[in-house]
């Protein structure tokens, strides 16, 4: 939740961090397009067995990790 009054809001980070700005965008939008889908059918079961969720949970995991490790990267040299 954070990350996104970061990515969304600080147009200084977006300057600075280009790439994973990006990164960021896509990882919100998947979640959202994931979120609207579920919400249409608001069962677990059902949306944690469909085709591919897994695999795109993982990818968006990863991808904030990484997102996080740059964050933290680029906080530290402004200290």
Known sequence: MYLESIFMASEDIKKAMPDETK???EVNDKFKFIMTRINKDPNAQRACKEDGMLDD??????KLEKIQKSLDDYLETKR
């Open 57 to 62: 949970v993982i990818t968006m995991d990863e």
């Open 23 to 25: 990164l960021f965008v």
